[in-house]
Nanobody, 123 residues
Framework: QVQLVESGGGLVQDGESLRLSCAASGRTVTVYVMGWFRQAPGKEREFVAAVSRNGANTNYADSVKGRFTISRDNAKVYLQMNSLKPEDTAVYYC??????????????????WGQGTQVTVSS
C-alpha cells in the first residue's frame, strides 16, 4: 500500500503563485508515475500534470502548460503553480501509479490517491 498526503493549498489572488507538495509513504518502491489532478465543484476530476519516476518525462494539460511545473524528488512530488487564474480554483489531488512508466493523463491508470488540498484563486 502507498499513502499520499498533499499540502500547500490556500487562497491567493489572480496572478499569484502557489506550490503544492505531495509526500508518498509505504511501498513507494512500487510507484512509477506520480501526477496531479483537480476537481472543481460540479465538474469531473481532470488531469493537470504527471511526471515519470526519474523526473525526466513530464506531461501537462493544455490549460496549465507554461504556468505550472511538476517536479519530483524520490517519493515526493511538487506542483509549482504560477500566474494562477480563478478557473484554477479546485481541490487538487495527488495520484500514484504502479502500472505505468510514462506520465499518463488517464485517471484509471492511477491506483493511489491523496485526500486533496483546496486551491482558491480570487479575482
Amino acid at each position: 500500500q502507498v499513502q499520499l498526503v498533499e499540502s500547500g493549498g490556500g487562497l491567493v489572488q489572480d496572478g499569484e503563485s502557489l506550490r503544492l507538495s505531495c509526500a508518498a509513504s509505504g511501498r513507494t518502491v512500487t510507484v512509477y508515475v506520480m501526477g496531479w489532478f483537480r476537481q472543481a465543484p460540479g465538474k469531473e476530476r481532470e488531469f493537470v500534470a504527471a511526471v515519470s519516476r526519474n523526473g525526466a518525462n513530464t506531461n501537462y494539460a493544455d490549460s496549465v502548460k507554461g504556468r505550472f511545473t511538476i517536479s519530483r524528488d524520490n517519493a515526493k512530488v511538487y506542483l509549482q503553480m504560477n500566474s494562477l487564474k480563478p478557473e484554477d480554483t479546485a481541490v487538487y489531488y495527488c495520484a500514484a501509479s504502479e502500472s505505468y512508466t510514462i506520465p499518463t493523463s488517464q485517471k484509471k491508470h492511477y491506483r493511489y490517491w491523496g485526500q486533496g488540498t483546496q486551491v482558491t484563486v480570487s479575482s
